[in-house]
Nanobody
Framework: QVHLVESGGGLVQAGGSLRLSCAAS????????MGWFRQAPGKEREFVAA????????YYADSVKGRFTISRDNAKNTGYLQMNSLKSEDTAVYYC??????????????????WGQGTQVTVSS
């Protein structure tokens, strides 16, 4: 069992930046690939980014490529999502997720086994 807790969300103006954190506990974090998803009101949860257990492989949704960066610090059992050049359409609840895997999981919510409770990101235009 892996317990995930997100933090770092908040209100930011368009063009600004935020860094989300995902603190993991319960199992060896470095055995798990990690992903970030988001869900806007009235919409389905959508994939944002994923990273392999070592951090050596990453994968992004086209909508955030070049603006967001996923990373992890296994020594701190923490994953991150650096979000730059934020747009109003980035407004959503952001969730981190984990899966015990060697590679990078897919972009479906079904590809992940553990989820955090989410953190709200609101971008004002």
């Amino acid at each position: 069992q892996v317990h995930l807790v997100e933090s770092g969300g908040g209100l930011v103006q368009a063009g600004g930046s935020l860094r989300l954190s995902c603190a993991a506990s319960g199992r060896t974090f470095s055995n798990y690939a990690m992903g970030w998803f988001r869900q806007a009101p009235g919409k389905e949860r959508e994939f944002v980014a994923a990273i392999s257990w070592s951090g050596g492989r990453t994968y992004y949704a086209d909508s955030v490529k070049g603006r967001f960066t996923i990373s992890r610090d296994n020594a701190k059992n923490t994953g991150y999502l650096q979000m730059n050049s934020l747009k109003s359409e980035d407004t959503a609840v952001y969730y981190c997720a984990a899966k015990r895997a060697l590679g990078v999981p897919g972009s479906s919510t079904h590809d992940y086994d553990y989820w955090g409770q989410g953190t709200q990101v609101t971008v004002s235009s």
